[in-house]
């Protein structure tokens, strides 16, 4: 099994629908973040969580929230999605000593 | 965390040895320098990291300066699956909350070539 497990891997949603993005990981680790990716770019960071109950606002919150509903899992919420959030989402945890980030596959998201 | 500076682009032959340059001129003493690679739309994947000696895994080897201003990552014998975006990433290291962000920049585009 994969240490990161996101789903659905693959969305296509309309405009104003409300969608969850979903990430569960096996590593143990308290440090849990998402990344959005656009074509061609690097990834930016949405939202990051030390613990289940310190989240924390990335570079490009406004229009996300989250969840942390345990240590495992780690849950990405678009209240009413737009078409400019279509891209690649990817959860992560990070080890308690900050040397290795480990990434889920990716959710492609549509909005339509 | 310090600013990096990468080619949008390389090319290697396959079964050479890739090496991928990184200038963090204003890295600060307490900042490791990170590399990740992402293949082809996948989740970044961890390689290696270091401070200021050289660092080799199976992976890869880390080359850096005598004045940490810059840095080389090293694939030995590339093969067509180490096609991929490699990110050069300089942050602090440790226990503390405040070193566990990852800031990507666009990183370097290998194509490694049959």
């Known amino acids: 099994d994969a240490d990161v497990t996101q789903t659905p891997r693959n969305r296509i949603t309309k405009t104003g629908k409300r969608i969850m993005l979903e990430c569960s990981q096996t590593?143990?680790?308290?440090?849990m973040y998402w990344y959005r990716q656009d074509p061609g770019l690097g990834l930016r960071l949405i939202y990051y969580?030390?613990?289940?109950?310190?989240?924390n606002k990335g570079e490009i919150s406004d229009g996300y929230s989250v969840s942390r509903q345990a240590q495992a899992k780690f849950s990405l919420s678009l209240e009413s999605a737009i078409p400019n959030q279509t891209a690649l989402y990817f959860c992560?945890?990070?080890?308690?000593?900050?040397?290795?980030?480990?990434f889920g596959q990716g959710t492609r998201l549509t909005v339509v | 965390d310090a600013k990096t500076t990468q080619p949008p682009s390389m090319d290697c032959a396959e079964g050479r040895a890739a090496n991928l340059p990184c200038n963090h001129s204003?890295?600060?003493?307490?900042?490791?320098v990170y590399w990740y690679r992402q293949i082809h739309s996948q989740g970044p994947q961890y390689i290696i990291h270091?401070?200021?000696n050289n660092e080799t895994n199976e992976m890869a080897s880390l080359i850096i300066t005598e004045d940490r201003k810059s840095s080389t990552l090293i694939l030995p014998h590339a093969t067509l699956r180490d096609t991929a975006v490699y990110y050069c990433?300089?942050?602090?290291?440790?226990?503390?909350?405040?070193?566990?962000?990852?800031?990507f920049g666009e990183g370097t585009q290998l194509t490694v070539n049959p």
């Open positions: 992560a945890t990070m080890r308690p000593d900050n040397t290795e980030a480990f």
């Open positions: 590593k143990g680790h308290d440090r």
């Open positions: 969580s030390f613990d289940v109950k310190d989240i």
């Open positions: 204003t890295i600060s003493g307490n900042e490791y």
């Open positions: 270091g401070l200021k």
């Open positions: 990433i300089v942050r602090v290291a440790g226990w503390e909350t405040s070193g566990s962000r990852l800031t």
